[in-house]
Structure formats: C-alpha cells, structure tokens
C-alpha cells in the first residue's frame, strides 16, 4: 500500500505544485517594473502546459490499475485489523500514545536543530514529520475530545508556516531553472533574476517567523504525552 500510496501523492503533489506557482504570478507582476512584465507571458505558458501534463499524468494513474488495487491494499489492511482486534483489546490511549509521543520526539528533535543556516531541505522534512504528527493526533482525536485541540491547532500553525517556506523555495527553484533554460534576451534574464530574489525574500521571511511558531507549538505540546495518558 505504502509504495502505491506514495506514488500516488506524488502526482496529486505535482499539481498542486504548479497551481501554487501559478497563483505567484499576480505577485510577480506587481513585483516587476513595467517594462519586464511582458517576460512573465511566456513563463505563464510554461507553467500551464507543465501543469496539463502533470494533470494528464494524475488522470491516468487514477484511471489506471495502480489506484483500484491501491483502494484493494487499504481494504486489506481494515479487514485484516478487524479480524485481529479483540473485543476487550487494548484502549486507544494505549495503542496511540506511544506512536504519537515517538513522532512528537522526532519532531522536537528536528525543529530544535534548526538554525539561521539550515538548508531549506532540512525545514522540508520537519514539515512532513510535522504533517504525519498532525495526521495521527486527527486519527484519535475522537477518543479525546477537545483536549488535543491546543496541539492540533500549534501544529496546523506550524505546517502553514513551514509549507508557505517551502512554497518559495520551490518557486525560486523553478524560476532559476526557466530562466537558465528558457529565457532570452537581457530584460527577461532581468526580470527572473528579480523575481529569484523576490522568492529568496519570500522564504527568509518566513525563516524569521520560524523561531516564533516554533516556541508556540513547544508551549502547546508540552504536556501532550500526558493528554495522551489521561
């Protein structure tokens, strides 16, 4: 299940990538003079013909056999557990306190290494450990009520923040590429180097709310191994 799985989000990732750098393209022409927004006509076509084939991708692996045997595997895996599970077996606090107290180690171990000069890939993998967190604590939230929301709501903070990081250095990326490969003439290389700076600022920005977010979502997890317990 896991390799299809992964698979699969991958082409819902390629996407939703492409929709976020389009979106970027109204800041972009706010963010050029003038006389460089012309440039962008030709990166808007890039960018819309990249997400046709990304979507057309998508399409075929949902029409394709991978994703009904996907749906099979997890059908598998509920059978399979209901079957194994005991009537008088185990609370939920007993099953999901230890996975989410080993993620929520994983996690402070992670974000507590970032510093001014981590590379971007390091905040990239905090955020997915910080989504998969997020995703078990939902799982059990209807064991705990509303005792979990300070978590929940520290946690979806961080992952905005971290995604909108993220989101910039992809875009820069991206446009670093057009403009080596694609872009011709001195005012276009121009205006993609302005708009490359543009994302850098993006990104350091959200790198100096990082520390602040980050003390946040400490404070509201601080007790959560014993929520998990009570």
Do not use: C
């Not at 082409?11 to 927004?37: S, T």
């Not at 509920?78 to 993620?103: F, I, T, Y």
């Not at 998969?132 to 923040?161: H, I, S």
């Amino acid at each position: 299940v896991e390799p299809r799985l992964t698979w699969l989000a991958g082409r819902l990732g390629a996407v939703r990538d492409l929709d976020v750098h389009l979106a970027h393209l109204a800041d972009y022409r706010e963010a050029l003079a003038a006389h460089h927004v012309a440039a962008l006509d030709g990166y808007e076509n890039h960018l819309r013909t990249l997400r046709r084939q990304a979507r057309r991708r998508l399409v075929e692996a949902l029409d394709g056999r991978a994703y009904p045997e996907l749906l099979d595997g997890f059908r598998g895996l509920l059978d399979a557990a209901a079957r194994q599970a005991p009537a008088d077996g185990p609370k939920v606090a007993a099953l999901a306190g230890p996975a989410v107290e080993e993620m929520l180690e994983r996690v402070l171990s992670r974000g507590r290494a970032i510093d001014d000069d981590a590379p971007a890939k390091r905040l990239h993998r905090l955020r997915i450990d910080v989504k998969r967190l997020r995703y078990q604590l939902e799982a059990v939230t209807a064991a705990y009520g509303r005792t979990l929301d300070p978590a929940l709501d520290a946690l979806k903070r961080l992952q905005d923040q971290l995604g909108l990081h993220q989101d910039a250095d992809v875009a820069r990326a991206h446009l670093a590429h057009y403009r080596k490969a694609f872009a011709e003439g001195k005012r276009a290389r121009k205006a993609f180097k302005h708009l490359i700076e543009f994302e850098q600022r993006r990104a350091r920005r959200q790198r100096k709310r990082f520390r602040r977010t980050w003390a946040r979502f400490e404070k509201a997890t601080a007790d959560l191994p014993a929520r998990l317990k009570a």
